[in-house]
């Protein structure tokens, strides 16, 4: 674990990622379509990382990100672009309604490897850091995450072998990230029902050997396009999931109405808990009100020094303008309760 870190009582962070625009959607594809080149879609992208930095400033989250703007193709997509040792499998359904059926898959061809600079998460910490002077929280797809997409070949016998073998090459890249000043650094995993807390526990532990960073676990039912995927309990994982050396966990309830909120109450004990009070997946506009009643419950299971407060999950598959709207009662919402308790 790093050093002291210093934040409000009761801080305010977010899962990850930013609410896209419609100019940065329009960048992405220009460039998909080959009308831009590499220079016009880094300033565009640039540009984007400064944009959400600044909305979560102005809306006063203490612990931010850098809105996961630079990952074109979405959370882990992106990942697999660079990776050697995989290729795309034909996607069986392309229209009618989304599913996660239309998700590209990949299957193995070789020994998985990264490009010589990585994954590319460092350069995308250096660019923020300059940026703002707040903390600033490092993403990173955790090893089930990469893995889950992956159909096993002759080199790996399972998707959890897999996963042991993205567990080494997310570890250098976290090891690269301490090296370049992060501090804080969450890694996000699928609670996919197949997998036992225990082995979730041991991929993470396998991830993050030796990474001098405060360490974050968010583990997630899935939001792509606003979509969850997985059964949303978290009930299957606990106890076994807290043999992870994670620092913080970063959990959802404001979407299932607080429910488990008994499970963290009798588990939770000694552990920092981030949990989200406001709804990612949902367009309605909570109020700053809204969200302190969401705080107040949450105080009756986890002490204030040990309580953040976030959205849900990322916000890449919403609308800015709800994202900025939701990060404002979020911290407004805290503000309530941090004066109700005399931490203001």
């Known amino acids: 674990m790093a050093g002291h870190i210093s934040l409000p009582p009761l801080p305010t962070?977010?899962?990850?990622?930013?609410?896209?625009?419609?100019?940065?959607?329009?960048?992405?594809?220009?460039?998909?379509?080959?009308?831009?080149?590499?220079?016009?879609?880094?300033?565009?992208?640039?540009?984007?990382?400064?944009?959400?930095?600044?909305?979560?400033?102005?809306?006063?989250?203490?612990?931010?990100?850098?809105?996961?703007?630079?990952?074109?193709?979405?959370?882990?997509?992106?990942?697999?672009?660079?990776?050697?040792?995989?290729?795309?499998?034909?996607?069986?359904?392309?229209?009618?309604?989304?599913?996660?059926?239309?998700?590209?898959?990949?299957?193995?061809?070789?020994?998985?490897?990264?490009?010589?600079?990585?994954?590319?998460?460092?350069?995308?910490?250096?660019?923020?850091?300059?940026?703002?002077?707040?903390?600033?929280?490092?993403?990173?797809?955790?090893?089930?995450?990469?893995?889950?997409?992956?159909?096993?070949?002759?080199?790996?016998?399972?998707?959890?072998?897999?996963?042991?073998?993205?567990?080494?090459?997310?570890?250098?890249?976290?090891k690269a990230l301490v090296t370049a000043g992060a501090r804080w650094i969450q890694i996000d995993e699928p609670a996919r029902g197949n997998v036992t807390g225990e082995e979730m526990a041991r991929l993470f532990n396998l991830a993050t050997e030796g990474v001098d960073a405060h360490l974050g676990y968010h583990i997630c039912f899935g939001n792509r396009y606003g979509r969850g995927r997985f059964k949303r309990t978290y009930r299957p994982y606990f106890p076994g999931v807290l043999a992870a050396r994670a620092d913080q966990f970063v959990l959802e309830f404001a979407s299932r109405e607080l429910s488990e909120l008994d499970l963290w109450k009798e588990y939770g004990s000694g552990r920092e808990l981030a949990a989200g009070v406001v709804d990612v997946k949902s367009f309605y506009p909570e109020t700053p009100e809204d969200v302190a009643d969401r705080v107040r419950a949450l105080l009756q299971v986890c002490p204030p020094e040990r309580l953040s407060l976030c959205p849900d999950c990322g916000f890449g598959w919403s609308p800015r303008g709800m994202c900025v709207q939701k990060l404002g009662a979020l911290a407004k919402g805290t503000a309530i309760v941090r004066r109700e308790l005399g931490l203001d």
């Not at 640039?46 to 944009?51: I, T």
């Not at 203490?62 to 997509?77: A, F």
Request: net charge negative.
């Open 13 to 174: 962070t977010v899962v990850g990622s930013h609410g896209k625009t419609s100019w940065w959607t329009a960048g992405v594809r220009l460039f998909d379509e080959g009308r831009w080149g590499p220079a016009d879609v880094e300033e565009m992208l640039a540009h984007a990382v400064d944009g959400a930095i600044r909305d979560m400033e102005d809306a006063g989250i203490d612990l931010i990100s850098d809105g996961e703007m630079r990952r074109l193709d979405g959370y882990v997509d992106s990942y697999y672009r660079v990776i050697q040792g995989i290729e795309a499998v034909p996607i069986a359904r392309k229209d009618g309604p989304w599913g996660y059926d239309q998700q590209e898959r990949f299957r193995v061809t070789g020994t998985i490897q990264t490009p010589p600079g990585g994954l590319g998460i460092v350069r995308e910490f250096e660019y923020a850091r300059g940026r703002t002077d707040r903390l600033l929280k490092v993403t990173c797809a955790g090893p089930l995450t990469f893995g889950s997409r992956i159909h096993p070949g002759a080199v790996y016998g399972s998707v959890v072998a897999i996963a042991e073998r993205f567990a080494e090459v997310i570890n250098q890249e976290l």
